[in-house]
Structure formats: C-alpha cells, structure tokens
C-alpha cells in the first residue's frame, strides 16, 4: 500500500459506500474482515443520527465484521471529525483485522470513548442504547453492499431501533437507495 494511504475498518454507518464518501471521498473499499474479541455494541446517543450509534467493546470469544477501506492520508482529519475525535466522543486505535482468506491487515478502527459495561443484545438493548431506524438501516445496508457472511447480518438485525423513523442530519438521503 502506499505511504499515502491508510487502512480504515467500518463497523457502523460507515460500511456503506454512499455514507463513508460524504466525508471520505478518496475511500476504496479493498475487503471485508472480523475484529477477534470484540463485540459490537451501540452507546452514546448521536444528535445527528436521533440514536445510539455503534462502538465495538473488547470481549473475548466474540468478533466484529466490517468493511476494510482504503483511504488517502489526507481524508484522515475529517474522518476524525466525523468519528467526533475532537469532541472525546470516539478515539481511534491500529487494531489487526483478519481477511477471509487469513490473512491479518493493519486497520485504524474508532472505539467510543464510554463503552457501555452490560453486555445485552436484541430487546434487552435499553431504549436509550437503540439506534434509530436510519442509522440500523443504514448498518444493514452497508453490510449487505460489503458482502459481510449471513450469520452476521442476521445477527445485526437482532438490534431493535429506538422508534425514530425520520432522517439523519448528515446531507444526505441514505433511504433513497
């Protein structure tokens, strides 16, 4: 890869191509990968997305899928940005991301800052820890578009939206595709 550019791993609103490139235009999806002893898990609520939004939570035994982007280097501070670096609502880390075929890529992945501590799934996700209907629905969307395996898809439709059925306020109509 060239010195220029950096490996990104998606978990969230992200996996989509049309939602990364609002703010990334140089991003080039390259493949798909899991991070290994991670859960996915959603926490803070995101004005922009009336919702939680997803954060991955160190968890042994259990995996993240997720898209991996190549990106240029100079899509780096509004990628932070966007992640809410600035405002201490993420941090990003190098995390090792294995591929389908085993092979393991050096990925810069955003982990909120407040992760929550009780692991719950499906209905027993709180209200207050529920993605809005956008935002799940924008997950799945980019999930299915990255070719993530079935079982995972499967598993993130287990996650309940909070109720709120309008639009983000990202600039763009991501349930017109």
């Known amino acids: 890869?060239?010195?220029?550019?950096?490996?990104?791993?998606?978990?969230?609103?992200?996996l989509l191509a049309?939602?990364?490139?609002?703010?990334?235009?140089?991003?080039?999806r390259r493949d798909i990968g899991r991070l290994k002893d991670f859960r996915l898990d959603f926490a803070t609520y995101s004005k922009r997305w009336h919702g939680a939004s997803a954060t991955i939570v160190p968890t042994e035994n259990e995996y993240v899928?997720?898209?991996?982007?190549?990106?240029?280097?100079?899509?780096?501070?509004?990628?932070?940005?966007?992640?809410?670096?600035?405002?201490?609502?993420?941090?990003s880390k190098i995390v090792d991301i294995e591929t389908p075929n085993g092979s393991?890529?050096?990925?810069?992945?955003?982990?909120?800052?407040?992760?929550?501590?009780?692991?719950?799934?499906?209905?027993?996700?709180?209200?207050?820890?529920?993605?809005?209907?956008?935002?799940?629905?924008?997950?799945l969307k980019g999930a299915r578009e990255s070719g993530i395996p079935s079982d995972y898809?499967?598993?993130?439709?287990?996650?309940?939206?909070?109720?709120?059925?309008?639009?983000p306020e990202i600039g763009l109509a991501l349930r017109e595709m």
């Open 65 to 91: 899928w997720g898209a991996i982007w190549e990106i240029d280097n100079s899509d780096i501070a509004s990628l932070d940005q966007q992640e809410g670096v600035e405002d201490k609502l993420y941090f």
């Open 18 to 28: 049309k939602r990364i490139r609002i703010n990334n235009p140089t991003a080039v």
């Open 153 to 167: 898809i499967k598993f993130l439709e287990t996650f309940p939206h909070n109720g709120y059925l309008g639009e």
């Open 104 to 139: 393991f890529l050096k990925c810069k992945v955003y982990q909120q800052c407040n992760n929550p501590q009780e692991h719950l799934t499906g209905n027993l996700l709180p209200q207050d820890r529920r993605p809005s209907a956008a935002y799940r629905d924008t997950i």
């Open 1 to 14: 890869m060239a010195s220029n550019k950096f490996l990104y791993f998606a978990y969230g609103s992200n």
